[in-house]
């Protein structure tokens, strides 16, 4: 599943792949000391096949982070301690930035390779809407155009502060200079 987060400074790309749709004849289990060699496998195979172009321009991503997760009714989460992952039931999450200077205007989603997989799900998140759609080999690619009702990028506004005092009391000055 591809996940595509609009947001002011930053469009993300994050990505969750079931570890058995990527698995050629793996083992049943994947241990503890070989999961950062399988975990930059998968990296580098959605690196290869998705592809994000940012108003016309096409971006070079930069790999954010990659874990096992797991996935509950709460949501997705990185695993805190590493287990050994059984093949049937692992999930890797990947997410790819891309900084912007400002909101994009437009941004595209390509996915190239669909060798086993009929379709990958893909969900575009803005600050205002979701958008859903089921990229196929037929229609590769999702495009977002961007509608904000305003620009939501934060304004930064000087607040004063005042000096901390303390107040000391008249009477105690001469106890304090003895």
């Known amino acids: 599943q591809s996940f595509l987060a609009i947001e002011a400074f930053e469009t ?5 792949v079931r570890l058995k749709d990527t698995s050629t004849g793996s083992p049943d289990l994947v241990p503890i000391e070989a999961q950062s060699a399988v975990k930059q496998r998968v990296a580098d195979m959605i690196l290869a096949a998705a592809s994000v172009v940012i108003d016309g321009e096409a971006r070079p991503a930069l790999l954010d982070r990659m874990d096992f997760v797991t996935v509950d009714p709460r949501g997705v989460l990185p695993r805190s301690e590493p287990v050994p992952e059984p093949i049937e039931e692992a999930f890797i999450g990947v997410t790819v930035g891309y900084p912007t200077q400002q909101t994009p205007r437009a941004v595209s989603l390509t996915w ?5 997989v009929s379709g990958v799900p ?4 803005d600050p205002e809407t979701t958008q859903t759609a089921l990229l196929t080999p037929a229609e590769p690619a999702l495009v977002w155009t961007n509608t904000l009702s305003e620009d939501p990028i934060p304004t930064v506004s000087a607040v004063e502060v005042e000096p901390r005092t303390f107040p000391v009391p008249v009477a105690a000055i001469p106890f304090l200079a003895l």
């Open 12 to 16: 993300r790309h994050e990505v969750l």
């Open 112 to 116: 190239s390779a669909f060798d086993e």
């Open 122 to 125: 893909a969900t575009v998140i």
